[in-house]
């Protein structure tokens, strides 16, 4: 299981064979203190007197001796039910005895539990009535401390408020803690140095282990106060790859580190008594990982999932870990959905959609009837109000599931105790029915379902878990009929979790988990509203002052389960399945043509091969400069190619248009429309017109076999600051905060009647838009504006789909991957987002030190340009820096792409215009610098 480390199930056996004592024996919220090697005398004085071998454990609430001998039960007294305790043969106790034993320490008591009798896992057996046990110690010296150490946990279980009772314990804890430290001479090397040491307690399912925690430049060291389960527990800086801060008891307190990259157990889980302890040493650890391991969001996640890098199962875990889910914490254990709703059929179909169980809604609102019970109830109920009065997920579920392979998991939560018979989980199908029927159950699964280790579905430990009424034992759990085996069980559940069914509509559920409609109105609206003390921020224990009250709310809190984190505040969009197209077509926005086949013969991105994608972008890397020109005198601001590759347009802040010949390497022709910038320009389909636009709000057409301007548009009260062009309809952004759509041929010989543009629309913005760009079909515009915003359009009715803020400052360039489902966009704050076009969430940002200017990009790699003149190679998925080529001494702001024959040898490329880049030296839409210089560069 998560929380057990994953053994062959004949090491599992004998780890219960050979392990008995564990912090599992202990009471909820006790500690483990010390232990002495002691003999547990029996009969003394009689000639039967018999002494036990074994050591005795001083707890919080209670005293444990463990015999060495298997056979003998290890033996439970809880300080509570202590009527006296003393040294043997003192203050007139044990005067039946005729001799008092040296080093004894007598306790008298009510109650007594005997667990694990000659080692098997069983529920506590009690007895009851006035006893006394000596032990008797190996060091008789240290009997006094004993004893005294005792009285004053006896006082503390004692007390009659628990509030009292848990304060008094954390005092005596955090005295022995201060007169403690950690041990330096357990450094792994002289030459480490120490950066902080502080106290704290490491977290293990259902039970904490205080000690002292300690961090070097190479290592992070746990030493548990009372050396259990051994003396030092360490972990090389180098061999972590994520760590996250936790909520442990709904404070800020915890910190889980992980040397694995999907693995759902960590390496160790600390609690910190400050939150400065636990910020200080997460930071220290971040900053060591900075260079050498990739931090992880919930947004890049999700872009990988979307991609297919991810499995649902991956994606799933990486949510749960990302929202404080946690396998060392069993009121916030990994949560996963019920996907199949099909326990009784012969064959499971996974081609059916009512082979699954709805997605869409929470478990609580599957069944009509009984949804209509709580929400008359619901209505009724005062503030706060909630629809459910259990969760989906808390320990005794986990437990629930568990109990064959973490018996003593159970025992431990329920007092010694198995649940009764026919509450256990006997069946598949019947934990399923009572799901949906039940009135009060609610549960969730968890990631077990969906692995590859049997063991929780098998009594292969031989527990005794009771019989039930109809008198059949409790042992393997009863699998549906479709599963032949819990091999083929999990086989099935795992092959229905990736099915096509559930990537499709996996999102819906993720919403109501991990989303939007966790809380709030959203919640109410999807029947997904539980009790107001389970979501986080629902308690605040620090407003608390009552000390009973502050314990009963947490205890409450801990044992009835805990809402995740929530972690997306928008739709989370659906999973790219290889047999959908794009999600938008030519004739409307509609998120039900994601459901539309891919034509024959029509070509989309995820037909490309994924050896296209390498080839192509491994060329990009090895880009070089090829050949420099200086053919203007300022910043150059945009650049279009013939079809050809052999003239290259390029537009600059010093007023000009300009033609470069690629095959005689000279500047051909120079062209001024006015004595403002030009700011970007496009070649019309077939290469005889040249478009620019203009800072002094005009947009000019340029003949090129005429060597003319013939048409100009003035269609702006500011500068216009991009243009594009699709199927005789021209896009313009302008300063003066709109993009207009005009439809209209520029007359087709220079001198003619010019021709009359028509406005179609005009998209309103709150301030200046410097950049846009159109999606594959046109259906779609995206502009990014100087505040940051990136906004995407429906062109078919003319209205906004959503708006991003994604920029703290200007976005300065903006495009759609090649199969129009997310938005890339570029800005001056460094920084790279990737925006998912369904929902409109922010899916992934990365950052780079300077601001990046203009990009291209193939769906999953970018190529930008950076404001220092630098080439960066991108990779989305994996989210870092791929590659840096320095290729220029100053700003850069228009790429394009060109034949492959003209700079780089042909090779497969993933672009439907087979073209790869060459990049001009240029600022783009700012106001212009005489220092910066109006070089082209073209590279190969």
């Avoid at 080839?615 to 090829?626: D, E, K, V």
């Amino acid at each position: 299981m998560a929380f057990i480390r994953r053994k062959p199930r004949e090491q599992q056996l004998q780890l219960y064979s050979k392990e008995r004592f564990s912090l599992l024996l202990l009471n909820l919220e006790e500690y483990y203190f010390e232990q002495h090697t002691a003999n547990h005398i029996q009969r003394k004085g009689s000639q039967n007197e018999r002494k036990i071998r074994g050591s005795l454990k001083i707890c919080s609430k209670s005293v444990i001796f463990e015999p060495d001998a298997i056979s003998q039960p290890i033996i439970k007294i809880p300080l509570r039910d202590c009527i006296k305790i003393g040294k043997h043969g003192e203050n007139g106790a044990n005067r039946h005895f005729a001799k008092a034993v040296s080093g004894g320490i007598s306790l008298v008591f009510s109650q007594v539990y005997f667990i694990k009798e000659h080692n098997i896992v069983a529920p506590y057996k009690i007895e009851r009535g006035t006893m006394e046990y000596v032990f008797e110690l190996d060091v008789s010296g240290k009997v006094e401390d004993v004893v005294e150490t005792l009285l004053q946990l006896h006082r503390a279980s004692c007390l009659d408020k628990l509030g009292d009772q848990t304060a008094m314990i954390t005092a005596i804890l955090q005295s022995r803690l201060a007169r403690t430290s950690f041990d330096k001479n357990r450094f792994q090397s002289v030459s480490e140095k120490l950066h902080m040491e502080c106290k704290a307690e490491m977290v293990t399912p259902l039970v904490t282990n205080p000690g002292h925690v300690c961090i070097t430049d190479t290592t992070l060291y746990f030493q548990p106060l009372n050396g259990y389960p051994k003396p030092m527990v360490q972990i090389t800086l180098h061999d972590v790859r994520r760590i996250y801060k936790r909520r442990h008891g709904l404070m800020p307190l915890g910190l889980e580190v992980f040397c694995t990259e999907d693995d759902l157990c960590s390496d160790i889980y600390l609690k910190f008594y400050e939150r400065q302890d636990r910020d200080g040493l997460y930071f220290y650890i971040a900053a060591y990982l900075e260079h050498h391991v990739a931090e992880r969001t919930a947004e890049g996640y999700t872009l990988q999932w979307q991609r297919g890098l991810l499995s649902n199962y991956q994606y799933l875990l990486h949510l749960n870990t990302l929202a404080d889910r946690s396998c060392n914490d069993l009121s916030q254990y990994p949560v996963f959905p019920w996907v199949v709703g099909d326990y009784s059929s012969s064959e499971l179909d996974l081609s059916n959609p009512g082979t699954f169980r709805d997605l869409s809604k929470p478990v609580g609102a599957l069944n009509k009837e009984r949804l209509e019970r709580l929400l008359t109830r619901y209505q009724e109920m005062a503030e706060p109000k909630f629809m459910y009065g259990s969760h989906y997920s808390s320990p005794g579920y986990v437990l629930f599931y568990l109990v064959r392979i973490a018996p003593e998991y159970m025992l431990c939560l329920q007092n010694g105790r198995f649940d009764n018979a026919d509450r256990m989980f006997n069946s598949i199908a019947e934990t399923w029915k009572n799901c949906l029927d039940g009135a009060t159950d609610f549960k969730e699964l968890i990631p077990e379902f969906y692995g590859d280790d049997v063991s929780f579905l098998v009594n292969s430990l031989k527990l005794d878990l009771g019989k039930r009424q109809g008198g059949q034992m409790v042992d393997d759990v009863e699998l549906p009929p479709w599963a032949r085996s819990p091999e083929d069980f999990l086989r099935k559940s795992r092959d229905a979790l990736e099915s096509d069914y559930v990537s499709e509509h996996l999102h819906e559920w993720i919403d109501l988990v991990f989303g939007y409609k966790q809380k709030g109105r959203d919640a109410v609206g999807a029947h997904n509203v539980f009790h107001p003390v389970t979501y986080e921020g629902g308690v605040d224990l620090n407003s608390i002052e009552d000390p009973d009250e502050k314990v009963a709310m947490l205890t409450q809190i801990l044992e009835f389960g805990q809402t995740p984190k929530q972690l997306f505040v928008t739709p989370h969009p659906r999973r790219i399945t290889p047999k959908f197209k794009s999600l938008f077509q030519p004739s409307s926005y509609n998120a039900s043509t994601a459901d539309s086949p891919v034509s024959p013969g029509e070509e989309s991105f995820e037909d490309l091969t994924e050896e296209s994608r390498t080839l192509a972008w491994s060329n990009i890397t090895r880009l070089q400069l090829h050949e420099q020109h200086k053919i203007h005198k300022e910043a150059v601001t945009g650049i279009a190619v013939s079809r050809s590759g052999s003239s290259v347009f390029t537009t600059s802040q010093d007023s000009t248009l300009k033609m470069f010949s690629k095959e005689s390497k000279m500047l051909q022709r120079s062209i001024s429309f006015s004595n403002m910038a030009l700011s970007s320009c496009l070649l019309l389909p077939g290469d005889a017109t040249v478009v620019s636009s203009s800072w002094d709000n005009n947009v000019y057409f340029y003949s090129i076999a005429f060597g003319r301007r013939q048409d100009t548009l003035m269609g702006h009260d500011d500068a216009v600051s991009k243009i594009c062009w699709h199927d005789n309809r021209l896009y313009s952004a302008s300063w003066d905060s709109t993009v207009k759509v005009w439809s209209g041929v520029p007359a087709e010989m220079p001198g003619s009647r010019r021709h009359q543009f028509d406005l179609l629309a005009e998209l309103e913005h709150d301030v200046s838009v410097d950049t846009i760009s159109l999606s594959a079909a046109s259906t779609l515009l995206v502009s990014g504006t100087k505040e940051g915003t990136v906004t995407i359009w429906d062109l078919t009715a003319a209205t906004i789909l959503h708006q991003i803020p994604c920029h703290s400052g200007t976005v300065c360039d903006t495009a759609f991957s090649p199969d129009s489902r997310h938005v890339l966009s570029a800005g001056e704050d460094g920084c790279l987002n990737v925006v998912d076009v369904q929902t409109g969430m922010l899916i992934s940002s990365m950052t780079s030190d300077k601001p990046q200017r203009c990009f291209l990009w193939d769906g999953n790699s970018v190529l930008s340009g950076s404001q220092s003149g630098e080439l960066l190679v991108w990779d989305l998925l994996g989210g870092k820096i791929r590659e840096r080529i320095q290729g220029h001494t100053g700003k850069l702001s228009a790429a394009d792409l060109t034949p492959p024959n003209l700079l780089f040898p042909p090779v497969d490329v993933p672009f439907s215009s087979r073209k790869l880049p060459v990049c001009p030296l240029c600022q783009g839409r700012s106001p212009p610098d005489p220092a910066w210089p109006g070089h082209l560069h073209l590279l190969g």
